[in-house]
């Protein structure tokens, strides 16, 4: 059954997620051609003092794509849930209510882990072919946090999406907001490297927010 | 679990309160707020503040109260104010009983600033050193940065990205000569080429010794300079001013802030405490005294330094509005560059 539950997901959101793949393979592809044309024109010398001195990243245009294509993902997944009302049949599967719930955003927010993967490596063989690995390391750890934001704003964009009261999803949308900011709160290099373990921790626990508007779907409120 | 998404669910709602509820007070109610500019006058042995009357018109006030105009200002500020003087034909042969000239009086200003997110910042470990003897009159930025690992010294070159391991080899041995204990613990350098000299790193080692290591044609120049006993260095920085009379400042771990000769002597000042994590710090320095402005969590206290032996000649702290805070949670902070929960 589950497997079934992950087969639909892909037929909904395969388009959303190798748009994904490719955009942010682009974008990552961007953003090391852009390096090596500043390096080309300034030398590197400069590229490192700019990383060393002015704690710049140089791959600050890629910050909110995995954002957006966390929301897009959502939207993908749950809009036609929650427009053509299959959610309730989906609750009545042979299987509970939480296990498949669960199964549709865990398939979501690993299968957008997944697109992320080769942009991010293609950004990490890049960067490491041009620069020293320290600072690769401080680059990475930067973007790592854009594309936690990423999970984070999937998980959000369902929990609203998922609500099936409009009133609600005004304040829910607000709050969902709010955290998010927390991602991009700095882009700086390293800002974050005190806080991203608990923020991965935090970003996590909120497959459990969606489950909330599940409730309330099956409990018929409208 | 529908229990365990609510409280999750309360978990962030409670969070998102303290922390945006004392944001949005503070940014609905606070208000910019100037500290009138500082210093400290010799020849008077009082501190001068520059006002603004209600004409809009500048004036000096002493620290008793006494009011100046602003050419008066000038003259009990020569130092400072020494372009203004000289352009008006106003520069005395001689102040506090010695005389003096323009390009002496030059010679002796400085100005010198550290703010705590300067230290509490996420760092590379990759600094430049630059090289000292060039035989340029400009300084360059190397072609390679170097780090201070358990290893040893490394540097890699920027261009090639690759490592010079002859190099980092050459001295990391001179340095082990020389006693150093590797990995270094604090790390200070003014990069910079808007400067007319280099006095390359002042590095605090493991073992809490302090070296200071220059770059001299390219190979290391290492002197380990003897602290006094007890003096635990904690912080250092830099200093590169035109009459080179200092290599730099430290800081102990008992908050003392000593001056770095650029022999190699070590001057505990007067400033009664400065802690280089938490404090902010402005050093405007002359022939005879140097004003120093110290902010310490919102207060401000002005300490004036005799020049010569860095003696507490007098202190004066302003008073500051009180702002009512809700105490609450933030994410960034004045004092460093990590976003991390703080109350």
Redesign the interface.
Same mark, same amino acid.
């Given at each position: 059954m589950i497997k079934s539950i992950f087969y639909k997901e892909w037929i909904k959101t395969r388009l959303c997620l190798i748009s994904t793949f490719v955009v942010l393979t682009i974008v990552a592809v961007y953003c090391i051609v852009t390096l090596g044309r500043v390096i080309d024109l300034h030398g590197a010398a400069k590229v490192w003092q700019m990383m060393i001195l002015k704690d710049a990243v140089f791959v600050t245009l890629l910050t909110y794509f995995p954002l957006v294509a966390g929301i897009f993902m959502a939207a993908a997944q749950f809009f036609p849930e929650m427009s053509r009302k299959s959610l309730k049949l989906m609750l009545h599967l042979p299987v509970s209510g939480e296990k498949a719930t669960l199964s549709m955003l865990a398939f979501g927010a690993v299968s957008l882990l997944l697109s992320f993967l080769p942009g991010a490596v293609f950004l990490y063989v890049g960067l490491s072919m041009k620069i020293a690995p320290v600072l690769v390391w401080r680059v990475m750890l930067t973007a790592a946090v854009w594309y936690l934001a990423g999970i984070a704003a999937y998980f959000l964009s369902s929990f609203v999406i998922l609500e099936p009261v409009w009133k609600f999803r005004i304040p829910e949308a607000i709050m969902s907001v709010l955290l998010l900011r927390v991602f991009f709160l700095s882009s700086s290099a390293c800002a974050y490297e005190k806080f991203i373990i608990s923020l991965t921790i935090v970003t996590i626990s909120m497959i459990l927010l969606p489950w909330i508007s599940v409730i309330r779907f099956r409990e018929g409120k409208q | 679990? $529908?229990k /365990?998404?609510?409280i999750? /669910?309360i978990h962030?709602?409670v969070f998102?309160a303290i922390w945006?509820i004392p944001w949005s007070y503070a940014f609905l109610t606070s208000r910019p707020e100037g500290r009138p500019f500082t210093l400290y006058s010799a020849q008077l042995g009082r501190f001068m503040q520059m006002e603004v009357g209600a004409d809009r018109k500048m004036y000096w006030m002493d620290d008793e109260g006494v009011e100046y105009s602003d050419s008066q200002g000038d003259s009990l500020l020569p130092c400072f104010y020494m372009r203004q003087l000289v352009g008006d034909g106003l520069f005395p042969d001689s102040i506090c009983g010695r005389e003096v000239n323009p390009a002496m009086v030059r010679m002796h200003n400085f100005i010198y600033s550290h703010r705590p997110m300067e230290v509490n910042? #996420?760092s $590379? @470990?990759?600094?430049?050193l630059m090289e000292t003897s060039s035989g340029r009159v400009d300084l360059k *930025?190397p $072609?390679d940065?170097c780090?201070l690992g358990k290893e040893g010294m490394m540097f890699?070159d *920027?261009?090639s990205?690759r490592e010079n391991e002859q190099l980092g080899k050459v001295f990391t041995d001179v340095l082990n000569d020389e006693g150093f204990s590797f990995p270094a613990r604090f790390v200070a350098a003014n990069?910079t080429t808007h400067k007319s000299y280099d006095n390359g790193f002042l590095i605090i080692d493991s073992a809490g010794e302090l070296f200071n290591l220059r770059r001299v044609k390219n190979l290391p120049s290492v002197r380990r300079i003897e602290l006094p006993d007890g003096l635990n260095p904690v912080w250092a920085a830099v200093t590169e001013y035109e009459d080179h009379a200092t290599l730099g400042y430290i800081c102990s771990d008992d908050n003392k802030f000593y001056v770095v000769g650029a022999d190699g002597d070590i001057t505990l000042t007067g400033l009664p405490t400065f802690n280089p994590f938490e404090d902010e710090i402005l050093l405007i320095g002359n022939i005879f005294a140097h004003t120093v402005r110290l902010d310490r969590n919102g207060k401000t206290t002005y300490f004036a330094l005799d020049a010569h032996d860095f003696s507490l000649l007098k202190s004066m702290e302003v008073e500051c509005s009180s702002v009512v805070e809700i105490p609450g949670l933030s994410?960034?902070s004045p004092y460093d @560059?990590?976003?991390? #929960?703080r109350f």
């Open positions: - | 679990m $529908s /365990l998404s609510k999750f /669910l962030l709602l998102l945006l910042s #996420p $590379s @470990g990759l600094y430049f *930025m $072609s940065v780090s890699y *920027m261009e990205n990069t994410f960034t @560059g990590y976003v991390r #929960p």
